[in-house]
């Protein structure tokens, strides 16, 4: 029986299982410089780890495809079918070449929302964005120059324009971005990839540093992004941003509006959004994995936004242990 008609609150702690088995496979791979080794490590852990658990998913946001880096399929069935009819959503790496390079705030993260609920786009791989935490909701607008984002972002939490911080994703296409922030008078952190951790380090009351997540980046990690955000009672917005004109024919054929300002209720609708991630190198928002003779350690974070509880999950995992365990088959370096 759920709460409420809710998709279940043990849900949320099978999620981060699921993480904690993909970041520990990954943790094998930091410094290797083998990005996709790391990803496939991690994602061989999520799908190992996601046959127990009790949902009936269907995977419709998968990162991967834009990097032809090894993906759980869009569409594939996931959960071992005994549970609510969910939409699943998965990076296993966000990060992979922060993974691979060593490099600290590489994270593992899955989404979980009722069937139909997240906002699906198979050809556009990038979106632009911009998210804020609780206390800026309702000071965003896409479409209004940076400058008077920036100041009703100040406004709302009652902080200086030379206080607040801005994560931008270090790329030649931020360039102009980036000027119209200096113009403004605000700070910027730059982060060189994993725009997830991003978007909700922005929207954490834990994390006062960090203000508000503008540019461009990667489709899937938005809707993963606005699931967390959901849970924060924090605030994004979205469009669509064509890389070419092959994806603009795309969207034509797809009857996508390109001027389309999606909201965070767009982005993932209802009230019922899970959101886990592990950290599998030690950043600002998570603790990466640390290995014991035979143990490993993991800091998670799980976020659900029917009750709008975040959790912390530190874990430590027998590894001698779980080889005995068929579930904790998932943990082990393949
Ligand atoms: C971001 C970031 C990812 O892709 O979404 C970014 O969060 C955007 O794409 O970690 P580009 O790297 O092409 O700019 C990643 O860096 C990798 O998927």
Redesign the pocket.
């Known amino acids: 029986m759920t709460e409420n008609g809710s998709l279940g609150r043990n849900l949320a702690m099978e999620l981060v299982r699921v993480t904690e088995a993909a970041a520990i496979r990954a943790a094998r791979w930091v410094g290797s410089g083998d990005k996709n080794a790391a990803d496939a490590g991690a994602r061989d852990a999520v799908r190992d780890a996601l046959a127990f658990v009790d949902m009936d998913g269907v995977t419709v946001i998968s ?1 991967g495809e ?2 032809q ?1 090894p993906m759980i399929p869009v569409g594939s069935h996931v959960g071992n079918g005994n549970g609510p009819q969910v939409d699943f959503a998965v ?1 296993p790496i ?5 993974t691979a390079r060593g490099l600290p705030n590489a994270i593992s993260v899955v989404a979980v929302a009722e069937r139909g609920a997240m906002f699906t786009c198979a050809h556009i ?2 979106m632009e964005k911009i998210a804020v935490g609780p206390q800026a909701k309702g000071a965003i607008d896409i479409n209004a120059p940076v400058k008077d984002n920036l100041t009703r972002i100040a406004r709302f939490t009652e902080k200086n324009m030379e206080d607040l911080t801005v994560v931008i ?1 270090d ?1 030649p ?1 931020h360039e102009s971005l980036m000027e119209e922030v200096r113009m403004a008078g605000a700070r910027i952190k730059l982060i ?5 951790a ?1 978007a909700v380090t922005a929207a954490m009351e834990e994390h006062p540093g960090v203000d508000v997540l503008m540019g ?3 489709t899937p ?1 938005a809707v993963l992004a606005a699931c967390a955000l959901k849970g924060l009672g924090g605030d994004m917005q979205a469009k669509l941003w064509p890389r070419n004109d092959e994806e603009r024919t795309a969207a034509a054929e797809d009857n996508l509006d390109l001027e389309r300002v999606l909201t965070l209720d767009d982005l993932v609708q209802g009230d019922d959004a899970y959101f886990a991630a592990t950290g599998i190198t030690s950043g600002e928002f998570l603790n990466g994995v640390s290995f014991g003779p035979n143990s490993a350690r993991t800091q998670s974070v799980m976020i659900r936004s029917r009750s709008g509880t975040l959790r912390f999950i530190e874990t430590r995992h027998n590894i001698g242990l779980k080889r005995q365990l068929p579930m904790g088959q998932a943990y082990l370096p393949g």
């Open positions: 990162e834009k990097d880096a990076d966000d990060g992979t070449t922060l791989a990038y994703l790329r296409r060189s990839d994993g725009d997830v991003g461009i980046g990667g990690e």
